[in-house]
């Protein structure tokens, strides 16, 4: 008989199989006592009282104080005032410090501890599946890990062949308002996984995005999805990330990443031994709640612990403080050197930052700085000064910070402080040798690791000569024929207008205006950019020339961008170039003022504000804005340009798969020396193994992208059946239009057609221009080309078949601008019918005409044309079905005669499309129909009518019942629900309890209720 250990993963597996290994994974394995099926059981609660009860009893505590403590935390749970996070996080506190409970009638309080953090073999660890939840509809996650009886984790299973982002989706639809929210407000750590994924986690409110994978090299051996659970849930790091590694940070609940958690752990070891270090993470790996993280453990775990952030920046200076504000730990920043010694020779703050110069707005500090800073420190030095406490200092960015002086002169002033330093970027050949003024490296995590773990996006770096020589129209025709192979006749058209406007920039003698054009080229082509969701910074080489190249974009009608630099317009300096530029661009505001609001629509809505020009500033820092394509036309190297480079490096929705570097310096000497690996030249000062994958060649990585896209949509899509046209599509994506469930049960197949399509498009789009280069020939080029317009006319037919382009709307203006431009106008304007209008709109509004909207290849197949009809009426008919039951399954059951007939042949085309738009208007609107007395005049009483066996009083008096005792937010409030339940039973007393509670949830899924 096989053990848990010996039973594997198969292809296809059940859920069921999956989620019976696990739970005898965390059983047999990791030792939790398992609870039962607890599908059928009432009043399951994310606070099992009887399990924390029998915890507080053996814990020591007297019957009074636990009443007192598990009523403040059910309060605290249950409270249907606060929002979600609010109530999480005040439950959160409970679990961590404890609950104060007052003893009898005195002041005296005492601290009922929920559950023992530093023995986690003293708590009671359980498990219970298929948990059934009341709420205000009911859901059943599969797998609870309960702490002492309370809810802490939620495992969502698939099988293997279903996508875990489906997972992910069902614990973020649960966690709203009308499914089951209040079992969200007690748990912690969210999963969900399948056996080919694995696992991904996040925490309460995490958007699908955000959700995280675990990386650790233990249990190597195992399947993926059992190695992530026997990582994260092992009882002591579960408990350990829970008390030590949950930030509420602004309004958004965070739980770490790996690198966090295993860079903490490491610093800790170091800390207790008084030794330091640095810590060497990535940019855009969350550094900062790392730090955050390290403080708050020094604070509860060393005795008289200090912790004093040193940044070399203003702007970091603040950020800092917000992190650590933002995550309520109160942080003071310290206003001078002198305001520094002072707090540091009394021990009123434990958390303290101080900014190494304040004098000027410059890129880097310089010995001057320093000089300046130490002597206002010394000078402030009182003869009997010894710093108080036990202190640590973490030096931010500690590559740029900590010179060999600055780092002595603070040693001697904090001869027993600890420092940890802190760095985004890998430190360089030369400071490598001078580690000792640190100490070694406590941890990495390097830019390879980060994309792999898809924590930060691939970097693609492009090198582009600007061409200084196109003068004669020839030229010009030449130039614009070679920039445009790939797009539509129709793109080409709009593209040769737009740059006849733009002529003189060619033409020019000017090599910005030439970047200009070659930019604004891009804005016109690049899909992330043209649709407004992503937008680019400019990296120029000086002010002067920032001011320059926003004249030229203003005069080519170019208005959505703006100059962020150090520059400060003052009486002084009115007769420059930058003065004018400037005042006109502020347009009578103050100069923070118009970065800060430039920098806000840039992030929030890129489409109004798609390009920022920037020489230093906004290059480095937390707080950087992100973009999806960087342009350089400046000279930069080293640290620099890897914190530069690192601006398009962050997620941002399924439409940006990576960031762009454009170097029109050709920093790298690529154009010059044909180089591809990107380590040397401009990376020079760093060793080549800490900047290894760091950027990839864009051509050569865009030709991967598309041969393995194109294989992928093939593997999906070659089970269909000859000869593969509309309506072989239709039935191996949508299934038999006979079978109801049929639309249900091939969703996740049309879910991955819509995603490979749509990312096969974009990386077609990413090299149409440039296949030659990118080594196709003129043969598969066209070949390629016809396969991409095949497989988006297959994936616009099927959105269309299946009615799913009513949910994907939203996603669809992105892609739109990328059809237009790559495949074809003529359909994207044939399924804008669709945009304002579903097809059983259209149908009800033009009868059979509506089939002249369809596209070309289902219009022809008459086949194709009805299970499309039928597959748009069968979804309508499925999302109406609460609402109405008893009408919607009629409506079923005479669309599945009217299918039968139709296969059967008992039907002519005609006279079938004259009754599938007979039905469809039936579905639309009941009231058609004819069926209703004049008393049932609205889709509520229709509702009632229908399910109460046509009889019009009954009808009549539960709808009076219900307008009489329903109140605002009834639905998911008991009380509230319960006095409508007792109305309706008071107008039907002959109904039983049941049948109540069946007409009530049609009650409360009508809108006019």
Excluded at 330 to 358: A, E, F, P
């Amino acid at each position: 008989m096989a053990t848990t250990n010996d039973i594997t993963p198969r292809v296809g597996q059940i859920e069921r199989r999956t989620q019976n290994r696990i739970v005898g994974l965390l059983r047999n394995e990791l030792g939790y006592d398992y609870l039962g099926n607890w599908e059928e059981r009432d009043d399951n609660s994310n606070v099992e009282e009887e399990y924390l009860r029998a915890f507080l009893t053996r814990s020591g505590h007297e019957d009074a104080l636990i009443d007192r403590a598990i009523a403040d935390l059910k309060k605290a749970a249950g409270n249907q005032t606060k929002i979600l996070y609010d109530i999480n996080k005040e439950v959160y506190g409970l679990l961590r410090y404890g609950v104060k409970v007052r003893v009898g009638g005195s002041e005296n309080h005492r601290t009922v501890s929920l559950v023992d953090w530093d023995n986690p073999e003293n708590n009671h660890f359980t498990i219970a599946e298929e948990v059934t939840v009341l709420g205000r509809k009911t859901k059943r996650p599969d797998i609870v890990l309960y702490v002492n009886g309370i809810a802490v984790g939620i495992i969502e299973l698939k099988r293997s062949t279903v996508t875990v982002s489906e997972g992910i989706r069902q614990n973020i639809g649960n966690q709203r308002d009308e499914f089951i929210q209040d079992f969200f407000t007690t748990n912690q750590i969210l999963m969900a996984g399948n056996d080919t994924e694995g696992l991904r986690y996040g925490t309460t409110e995490t958007t699908e995005e955000q959700y995280l994978t675990w990386n650790e090299p233990t249990h190597g051996d195992r399947d993926r999805l059992d190695r992530h659970i026997l990582q994260i849930c092992e009882k002591s790091r579960l408990l350990d990330i829970i008390h030590n590694f949950i930030a509420f940070d602004s309004g958004v609940k965070k739980v770490c990443r790996h690198p966090q958690y295993f860079g903490t752990k490491a610093a800790q070891g170091y800390i207790k031994r008084h030794e330091g270090g640095i810590i060497w993470h990535t940019q855009g790996t969350g550094k900062s709640l790392l730090m955050v993280w390290l403080a708050r453990w020094i604070r509860e775990n060393v005795t008289d612990a200090r912790v004093l952030v040193l940044t070399d920046r203003d702007e970091l200076d603040k950020q800092i403080e917000g992190d650590f504000k933002g995550v309520s730990e109160d942080i003071y920043r310290t206003k001078s050197g002198r305001d520094l010694i002072s707090q540091l020779n009394v021990k009123d703050k434990w958390l303290l930052c101080s900014l190494v110069h304040k004098f000027g707005r410059r890129d880097s500090i310089g010995e001057t700085d320093i000089d300046t800073y130490l002597a206002d420190l010394k000078k402030s030095l009182p003869a009997d000064f010894e710093a108080k406490g036990n202190i640590f200092v973490f030096v931010d960015e500690c590559h740029r910070t900590h010179t060999g002086k600055l780092h002595e002169a603070m040693k001697e002033l904090l001869p027993k402080a600890t420092f940890i330093g802190f760095s985004g970027t890998p430190l360089l050949k030369v400071d490598k040798n001078s580690i000792t003024t640190f100490g070694p490296y406590i941890h990495t995590y390097k830019y390879n690791e980060a994309v792999a773990d898809k924590v930060v996006l691939d970097l693609r770096y492009e090198a582009r000569r600007v061409d200084q020589n196109i003068t004669s129209q020839e030229k010009i025709d030449d130039w614009f024929e070679e920039r445009t192979a790939g797009l539509t006749d129709v793109a080409k058209a709009e593209l040769k207008r737009r740059w006849g406007t733009m002529q003189s920039l060619l033409s020019s003698n000017s090599r910005l205006e030439k970047v200009v054009f070659d930019i604004l080229d891009d804005f016109y082509k690049k899909e992330r950019i043209a649709s407004g969701r992503g937008n680019a910074m400019l990296v120029a080489s000086s002010i002067y020339e920032a001011c320059q190249y926003y004249e030229i974009f203003q005069k080519q009608g170019f208005t959505r961008c703006a100059v962020v630099t150090s520059y400060e317009p003052g009486g002084l300096n009115t007769a420059d170039r930058e003065y004018a530029v400037y005042q006109k661009m502020l347009n009578g505001k103050t100069t923070e003022d118009f970065e800060r609001d430039a920098r806000k629509t840039f992030v929030e809505t890129p489409g109004q504000m798609q390009l920022l020009i920037v020489v230093d500033k906004l290059l480095t820092g937390f707080d950087a804005p992100h973009a999806t394509y960087l342009y350089i036309d400046k000279n930069m190297q080293d640290h620099g340009l890897f914190q530069a480079i690192c601006r398009v490096n962050r997620l941002d929705g399924e439409d940006k798969e990576y960031g762009y570097i454009i170097d029109y310096r050709d920093l790298f000497k690529k154009l010059e020396k044909a180089l591809t690996d990107y380590t040397s030249e401009a990376f020079d000062g760093y060793t080549r193994e800490d900047v290894l994958g760091l950027l990839k060649d864009r051509l050569e990585e865009g030709r991967k992208d598309l041969e393995d896209a194109l294989e992928t949509v093939r593997a999906l899509c070659e089970p269909v059946e000859p000869p593969k046209g509309s309506a072989e599509y239709i039935r191996y994506f949508c299934g038999d239009v006979e079978n109801p469930y049929a639309l249900k049960e091939n969703e996740v197949k049309r879910v991955k057609l819509y995603r490979t399509v749509s990312h096969l498009l974009r990386a077609y789009a990413d090299v149409a221009n440039d296949m030659k280069q990118a080594g196709f020939t003129p043969d598969e080029t066209r070949e390629i080309e016809r396969e991409v317009r095949h497989y988006e006319q297959v994936r616009q037919e099927i959105k269309l078949a299946s009615g799913d382009y009513i949910d994907l709307k939203k996603y669809e203006p992105a892609m739109r601008t990328l059809i237009d431009r790559y495949i074809t106008a003529e359909e994207s304007e044939k399924l804008s019918s669709f945009d304002d209008m579903t097809l059983v709109d259209l149908i009800v509004k033009k009868g059979e005409k509506a089939v002249d909207d369809l596209p070309t290849q289902i219009r022809r197949n008459q086949e194709a044309v009805a299970e499309t009809i039928e597959n748009n009426v069968r979804k309508l008919i499925i999302d109406e079905m609460p609402t109405n039951p008893k009408y919607y399954l009629r409506m079923s059951e005479l669309l599945n005669d009217l299918v039968k007939r139709r296969k059967q042949e008992d039907l002519e085309y005609r006279e079938y499309l004259a009754q599938i738009v007979a039905l469809t208007k039936q579905v639309k609107d009941p009231a058609q129909s004819g069926r209703y007395p004049a008393s049932i005049d609205s889709q509520a009483k229709r509702a009632l009518y229908d399910n109460l066996g046509d009889n019009e009083a009954k009808a009549v008096a539960v709808h009076e019942a219900v307008i009489a005792s329903r109140s605002d937010g009834f639905r998911g409030h008991p009380i509230k629900e319960r006095a409508i339940k007792i109305a309706i039973k008071e107008a039907l007393p002959e109904f039983s309890d049941d049948e109540v509670k069946n007409l009530f949830e049609i009650v409360s899924n009508q809108h006019e209720y």
